[in-house]
């Protein structure tokens, strides 16, 4: 499922590799905010690893890394209680990462 998807990958890759500048040649700096971060466990992208449950890695989690050194904040990541990406429910509401990002729960959706 994750190959259909490589090219976002690879933009998001260089993204996150890039410096980013705004239009005016400063560049972009969140000033050390504290970032909420949600993900989902999906083996390579994110993924608990040893005894330490709270101890979350992987690709996604390595772009993140890069990006908040790049932009200067931190962030508290956390898995979405039902581990969804999200899908629209017969009442109309969503579930997963897209119902975070609604509720206003995280400030960033990593997937």
């Not at 560049?27 to 330490?52: C, H, M, W």
Request: charged fraction near 20%.
């Amino acid at each position: 499922m994750w190959q259909d998807g490589m090219l976002p990958l690879l933009a998001l890759l260089l993204f996150a590799a890039a410096p980013v500048a705004m239009a005016d040649g400063s560049r972009l700096d969140l000033q050390g905010k504290t970032l909420k971060v949600a993900t989902l466990l999906e083996v390579p992208f994110s993924f608990k690893q040893g005894d330490n449950s709270s101890s979350i890695r992987g690709f996604y989690i390595d772009i993140l890394d890069l990006l908040a050194e790049e932009l200067n904040f931190k962030y508290n990541l956390y898995v979405v209680p039902d581990n969804k990406y999200g899908a629209q429910l017969p009442n109309g509401t969503w579930n997963g990462l897209i119902r975070e990002v609604i509720d206003g729960v995280c400030d960033n959706a990593h997937v």
